[in-house]
């Protein structure tokens, strides 16, 4: 009869736990839309003001102000706004004319599978570049390693993104310079488009990865557990794959969460060298042309994004690792 005692008291403090962790990221968004929404009011610049332009007479200009609903104070115009995020209503942009909510699920159709394709490149380099080099130190796997990483990481994306057009599509004409055709034009020109960007965010990340692989993995590898293993006789690849690596995940995995969040909201400058319409690119616009309601939407999406990233960090920390279950 221990047994279940047991069970139901662990999956109890389980779910004290997530209720918790939610609440608090419940929270952390209510505060991050106030602090935008108050931000963004504050910038120079009137939107009424830049659609009818200078010559509008103020009647027409006050008018349109009470249209948009300008005129209102600060604090019911976030209680309306933050009520139509909740219901799903992201309000209409003054720009486009169109509602936000269709521009940002457009445009996040460029920006997610770039990110995507982003990360899993830079994963698939650094970690086994990573861990190869924590494993055999000295050696020349090392070496180039800690060259890759440095390079890689003082290297812009923008500019690693200008040299792959200059290389893969000024000269050997190989892969299309900027644009993308949309999904409809067949997945293989879609997915071309997007190499050339995903490698340009692909490499400073894969930089930044490789070493927090190799500090991770070489930190593990001085574990009890590594050395019982070796000991066993398991061979050292055996060792490096089974044991060693699944246990250096958690600060693998912090990092990986914390660049796939970049990578959506960081692709301004690869997305505007490539000529991507993605949502980057849709933010830099909306910011151009004072689209107040397209910025807010926007900026509390990627704000959101990291929140809600980290979240699943931390519960990926407790899938992983069953003894931080017992310290949080």
């Known amino acids: 009869m221990g047994w279940p005692s047991h069970h139901s008291g662990s999956v109890a403090h389980m779910i004290a736990l997530l209720a918790r962790r939610f609440a608090g990221l419940l929270l952390t968004l209510l505060i991050v839309s106030l602090l935008i929404f108050t931000v963004m009011d504050l910038l ?11 010559s509008a007479s103020p009647e027409t200009l006050a008018a349109l102000r009470h249209d948009l609903g300008l005129d209102q104070p600060l604090i019911l115009r976030y209680g309306q ?3 139509g995020v909740f219901s799903g209503d992201l309000g209409q942009s003054y720009t486009y004319g169109v509602p936000v909510a269709a521009l940002i699920v457009e445009r996040l159709a460029v920006t997610l599978p770039l990110a995507l394709m982003a990360i899993v490149l830079s994963v698939a380099i650094a970690l086994p570049l990573g861990a190869l080099a924590a494993a055999r ?5 090392a070496v180039i390693a800690t060259v890759f990483s440095q390079v890689s990481i003082a290297v812009p994306g923008f500019w690693v993104g200008l040299l792959l057009i200059i290389l893969f599509s000024t000269t050997l004409g190989l892969m299309p310079a900027g644009g993308f055709p949309g999904w409809r034009a067949g997945l293989l020109p879609a997915l071309q488009a ?24 070489l930190e593990t590898m001085h574990e009890d557990f590594a050395r019982t293993a070796v000991a066993k006789g398991l061979s050292r690849s055996a060792v490096l794959w089974r044991h060693v690596v699944p246990n250096a995940l958690i600060p693998i995995l912090t990092v ?8 959506i909201a960081g692709a301004v400058l690869v997305e505007n060298v490539f ?15 004072r689209d ?34 017992k310290t949080v």
Do not use: K
Request: glycine share 8%.
């Open 137 to 141: 130190r000295g050696g020349i796997l």
């Open 275 to 289: 000529n991507l319409p993605g949502l980057g690119r849709l933010a830099l616009q909306a910011l151009a042309q």
């Open 44 to 54: 120079p610049g009137d939107p009424a003001s830049i659609m009818l332009g200078t």
């Open 292 to 325: 107040i309601i397209v910025m807010q939407d926007v900026v509390l999406f990627f704000a959101a994004l990291v929140i809600v990233m980290n979240f699943i960090v931390d519960l990926s920390y407790l899938a992983i690792d069953p003894r931080m279950r």
């Open 81 to 83: 706004w933050l009520t």
């Open 194 to 217: 997007l190499v050339m960007p995903a490698i340009a965010l692909a490499m400073p990340q894969a930089g930044v990865l490789t070493r927090v692989a190799r500090s991770a993995v």
């Open 256 to 263: 990986i969460g914390l660049q796939f969040t970049f990578l």
